[in-house]
C-alpha cells in the first residue's frame, strides 16, 4: 500500500487561520511549520479556519454587489 503524502499549503491556509497573528516560532504556528507534509491533505496540523477569514479570490466588493442586485 502506498501513502500519499502531500507538501503542506502554507501559502493558502495560513491567510485565513485563527492563528495569523502569533508569532511563527510560537504553538501552535511551530508545530504546523515543523511537518511540511501530511497524509491525504494539504491543510496544516493544527489549522483552524478564523470565524472573519476571507478566501483567496473573494473580494468584499463583489459580495456587496451580489447583496445589492439581491434587492
Do not use: Q, W
Not at 502554507?10 to 502569533?22: A, G, L, Q, R
Not at 511551530?30 to 501530511?38: G, K, V, W
Not at 483552524?48 to 476571507?54: C, F, G, H, L
Amino acid at each position: 500500500m502506498e501513502y500519499e503524502y502531500k507538501e503542506v499549503d502554507f501559502y493558502t491556509y495560513c491567510e485565513t487561520c485563527e492563528y495569523k497573528d502569533i508569532d511563527d516560532v510560537k504553538d501552535p504556528c511551530n508545530d504546523c511549520l515543523s511537518e511540511p507534509m501530511n497524509l491525504h491533505s494539504r491543510k496544516p496540523v493544527c489549522y483552524k479556519e478564523s470565524r472573519n477569514a476571507t478566501k483567496k479570490g473573494e473580494d468584499d466588493n463583489d459580495t456587496k454587489t451580489e447583496n445589492e442586485e439581491k434587492l
